[in-house]
């Protein structure tokens, strides 16, 4: 009977977990749990038609990956093929949500074509187990499926990967 429970929980872990090469379980931000900066929901199922690169950010650690967004922004790719999403983790941090908000409004400006995303419950922490407290990249095709997944910074090496991944995915 143990071994019956432990397997159904990594089977359902398993199921949750974003793995490369597939898509990830659908999952929705909206209402008290979060949405875009302009109160909208958002659904994973919006990360097809483009190739997508999600950075799913504790605030505490907002530019640690900055590296990776400005040369994403420096390659000047056609924004109808690819973009991205910046899912902001408001739960991993004890700066209150109005000044965050205001720091994302900045950011908006600097990346107009990004869309902004307030995670205000974990949610992809917990659906997707993604990394807590941490700068997580997720890289997507145009299917949605998982092609590029880091927890934590990325190095210069790993953003030479990453531009010619999209490249090569083009």
């Given at each position: 009977?143990?071994?019956i429970i432990i397997g159904l929980t990594l089977l359902m872990v398993s199921l949750s977990a974003v793995?490369?090469?597939?898509?990830?379980?659908?999952v929705s931000i909206e209402g008290k749990d979060g949405g875009k900066l302009?109160?909208?929901a958002w659904h994973s199922s919006m990360l097809k038609g483009k190739i997508y690169t999600v950075f799913y950010v504790d605030p505490d650690e907002r530019d640690l990956n900055n590296p990776l967004a400005d040369a994403l922004k420096a390659r000047k790719f056609d924004r109808k093929k690819v973009n991205s999403v910046a899912i902001i983790n408001l739960a991993a941090t004890w700066i209150p949500n109005v000044i965050l908000e205001s720091l994302l409004k900045k950011k908006q400006?600097?990346?107009p074509d990004t869309i902004y995303v307030k995670d205000k419950k974990k949610v992809l922490v917990n659906k997707w187990e993604?990394?807590?407290?941490?700068?997580?990249i997720l890289i997507f095709d145009?299917?949605?499926?998982l092609i590029y997944k880091k927890f934590g910074k990325v190095s210069e090496k790993e953003i030479k990967e990453v531009i010619s991944l999209i490249e090569k995915t083009l």
């Open positions: 009977m143990k071994k793995e490369l090469g597939k898509v990830p379980p659908a302009d109160g909208s400006k600097k990346f993604l990394a807590d407290d941490n700068s997580d145009q299917k949605g499926k």
